[in-house]
């Protein structure tokens, strides 16, 4: 998969006469001497498959021979001993099939002579201050000494969005595989927290549940924080504290997505912390489940995520307005744009190695159009602060957030988190403690043989 990323980015890259440098980024310290776990940059892996930190790879499609280059760190004992096992520059040709590796100690003193005959350089700026500099200045340098040598050096930076980020918003099949291996994963969590939620727990006893999972099941863990928030916490979309307990009555909304290999899911449901929805928790949810319904039905290739955003827009408008939380009528409403009090968001985003997944949402000067192979969020919600003193008292604190992963094919679409119970009886038994329609292992032979 990996080599075949690299095939497919060379040739973009001859086409553009360009050199790309894709580094793995380093280790950052927590606090003291404590790091973060290491996990690479998306477009490195993307690349090499290889998960260690302090490496670069450099493409070359004018060279001879030698057209992907990596420099990693070297093998020693000592340091191994201390903080893990290393691949080694020896290795690594065999074990990843690039055509050269070299320790990363020689990189800039290899790197110059490497880009000479490419006209540009593919590389994303900003990430790494220092090394943007050293790289600017190293290219002057390679200028000025091949002046009057006739040789062609760089004189232009490009972004990867033109081209490593095309190729990574469309999906091969065996990228659909790692998804699908998520999206099961993340299926056993979402369910196991519909089993684990009682009056009286605490959201960061689900948030441990989710990682549980996540983890006994090989993922590499979540795909990014957490989102436990019971009752008006909801209403805060990026809440992670996740630390509040669960009160009789309310919802618990849960948005949390593992990685397989580095590769994302992104899913949230809404649950009743008593194993019941109340008759506004009901109406609210079957709202937003009907606006996320049709909005997915529109997830084909040609249409665009403003379609999508639209449509469950004008649902949710509709809905407002019916039970009385809007005064209506539509037009009115989508112009004033007063719904955003209970909307503010936006309906989906591109999924893949990343959560937000790169690729542009424009293209060609209009509107991006789904093709085969690109992953969507479909994410509808609906929320209503616990101090809006403009509703009812009885539909306050309500927030209600549903989220699917929708795969583009030739057809139409799949959703990869089908598996993930969302009509209301479906949630509501799993809560009160009933087995979910497929048991576990069943779930999981299914997830093997797609
Ligand atoms: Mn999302």
């Known amino acids: 998969m990996f080599r075949e990323h690299r095939r497919r980015l060379l040739e973009l890259l001859r086409s553009q006469e360009a050199a790309c440098i894709v580094p793995s980024g380093g280790l950052k310290t927590r606090n003291a001497d404590c790091e973060y776990r290491f996990r690479p940059i998306s477009d490195f892996y993307y690349l090499t498959g290889f998960r260690e930190p302090d490496s670069i790879l450099v493409l070359l499609p004018e060279a001879a021979e030698q057209k992907a280059v990596l420099f990693l760190r070297e093998r020693d004992a000592k340091a191994e001993s201390w903080t893990g096992r290393r691949l080694g520059v020896e290795r690594a040709c065999k074990e990843l099939g690039v055509d050269a590796a070299h320790a990363i100690g020689e990189f800039w003193d290899r790197l110059p002579e490497l880009l000479v005959g490419h006209?540009?350089?593919?590389h994303r700026m900003g990430n790494d201050p220092d090394r943007d500099r050293l790289l600017t200045e190293m290219v002057s340098e390679l200028q000025q000494a091949h002046r009057k040598s006739g040789k062609l050096t760089p004189t232009e930076w490009l972004d990867p969005e033109a081209s490593l980020h095309e190729l990574r918003l469309v999906k091969d099949e065996a990228e659909v595989a790692e998804m699908r291996r998520a999206s099961w994963i993340s299926a056993e969590a979402h369910i196991a927290a519909m089993q684990a939620v009682e009056p009286g727990r605490n959201e960061s006893e689900i948030d441990a549940l989710l990682d549980y999972t996540f983890r006994r099941n090989g993922s590499t863990g979540a795909a990014y924080n957490n989102i436990v928030a019971g009752?008006?916490?909801?209403?805060?979309?990026?809440?992670?504290?996740?630390?509040?307990?669960?009160?009789?009555?309310e919802l618990l909304l849960i948005d949390s997505g593992c990685e397989w290999n580095f590769y994302a899911t992104d899913v949230t449901r809404t649950i009743p912390v008593s194993g019941r929805f109340s008759p506004e928790q009901k109406a609210i949810y079957e709202l937003v489940l009907?606006?996320?319904?049709?909005?997915?039905?529109?997830?084909r290739p040609g249409n665009t995520f403003v379609q999508i955003h639209d449509c469950a827009v004008e649902i949710l408008v509709l809905g407002l307005i019916e039970l009385g939380l809007l005064a209506g009528p539509l037009e009115k409403e989508l112009q004033s744009e007063d719904y955003y009090r209970f909307y503010m968001h936006k309906t989906g985003h591109w999924l893949g190695l990343d959560v937000h997944e790169c690729g542009s949402y424009y293209h060609a000067g209009t509107d991006r159009k789904f093709e085969p192979g690109m992953v969507a969020t479909v994410e509808p919600g609906l929320y209503i602060a616990a101090d809006d003193s403009t509703v009812e008292a009885r539909w306050r604190g309500i927030?209600?957030?549903?989220?699917?992963?929708?795969?583009?094919?030739?057809?139409?679409?799949?959703?990869?988190?089908?598996?993930?119970?969302?009509?209301?009886?479906?949630v509501e038994a799993i809560c009160q403690g009933k087995p979910p329609g497929m048991k576990a292992g069943e779930r999981k032979a299914a997830n093997e043989a797609t």
């Open 399 to 426: 927030g209600v957030r549903i989220e699917d992963d929708i795969l583009v094919t030739a057809g139409g679409h799949e959703i990869l988190s089908a598996a993930i119970p969302k009509e209301v009886d479906e």
């Open 290 to 299: 009907r606006a996320q319904k049709e909005a997915i039905e529109l997830v």
């Open 119 to 122: 006209q540009r350089i593919v």
């Open 231 to 249: 009752g008006e916490n909801a209403c805060i979309l990026h809440y992670i504290e996740n630390d509040k307990a669960l009160v009789d009555g």
